[in-house]
């Protein structure tokens, strides 16, 4: 029997307060990029981050669970975690917080598209398929629209942002399809910071030096990344997934874009014309339509 409970005030204020957050980081990443290169920052992050796990996975005594079963499959998702932040990061350090976040959060798409082909019981059906389509189509034009969605302009920041999206699709099937399913949501977020941070700190050096203009806001910039995104808001997203039935949660997935382009505009005066609007209306109802019961 399926003992989690629909949404309630509580968790819809949860889900807003994560996806709040979420938006947060984007502007913070694209700060710190400004002292930290783009993937040497995010190797900081997953070391920040282990640490933090370490320690909350010890106080709560949370086995950590490295078995023959699970390595294989723990250093993939590693791997897998690693392009996805990459490919965020370098996107953050091209192209504006609007541009990434309305490829970036397309997500649910690629989501909905693989789970068709590989998760049982989740294929689509003609309202999930049209609103594919309609995300899509947002995509394509944020991508394509070359000048009117304003500021930084560049095709590599956007192909990183959608690369970014499909490694986030990459680390949710990884966690479904391979033995990490068995395994405790601290244990799989473990894995993936345990194999990402020295992963990125090998990559770091191929995308020029590693300290820009660096100040001590860099430093609170990293360690916010750490311990209230790669560890604090990853674990509350599991634990939301514990009490509350996952079409619920998922249903809130279309704040993300829309979090994301508010802040860009409020944080770092990036501009919102008619055309970025579009394309976010595009990707917002799509993510309603492919998580609508």
């Known amino acids: 029997m399926d003992d989690k409970q629909h949404m309630d005030g509580v968790g819809a204020a949860s889900l807003v307060g994560v996806f709040v957050l979420l938006a947060v980081n984007q502007v913070v990443i694209k700060l710190t990029n400004e002292g930290f290169q783009p993937v040497f920052g995010a190797s900081l992050r997953s070391f920040g981050a282990i640490a933090v796990l370490a320690l909350w996975m010890g106080l709560r005594r949370v086995p950590f669970e490295f078995t023959r079963a699970t390595l294989g499959a723990g250093i993939l998702i590693g791997l897998v975690f690693s392009v996805e932040f990459i490919c965020l990061f370098v996107a953050l350090d091209l192209t504006t917080v609007t541009r990434v976040s309305i490829i970036f959060y397309s997500m649910p798409v690629w989501m909905a598209l693989a789970a068709h082909f590989t998760l049982p019981g989740e294929q689509l059906n003609p309202v999930k398929s049209g609103g594919l389509l ?19 302009v560049s095709l590599w920041g956007d192909l990183a942002a959608l690369g970014a999206a499909l490694g986030w699709m990459g680390v949710s099937l990884c966690a479904r399809l391979t033995p990490l399913r068995t395994l405790s949501p601290d244990m799989q977020i473990f894995w993936q910071v345990l194999v990402s941070a020295p992963v990125l700190l090998i990559a770091a050096p191929l995308f020029g ?3 820009r203009d660096l100040q001590p806001a860099h430093y609170w910039g990293i360690a916010f990344q750490s311990v209230f995104i790669a560890s604090g808001v990853f674990l509350f997203w599991f634990w939301l997934l514990k009490q509350y039935k996952a079409s619920s949660v998922a249903s809130f997935a279309f704040l993300s874009p829309i979090f994301g382009v508010a802040m860009g505009w409020a944080w770092l005066g990036e501009q919102v014309t008619a055309s970025a609007i579009g394309a976010l209306v595009l990707v917002a109802l799509g993510i309603i339509l492919i998580n609508r019961r």
């Open 209 to 211: 030096p590693l300290i």
């Open 134 to 152: 309609l995300a899509f189509c947002g995509v394509i034009w944020a991508i394509l629209d070359r000048g009117s969605l304003g500021g930084e």
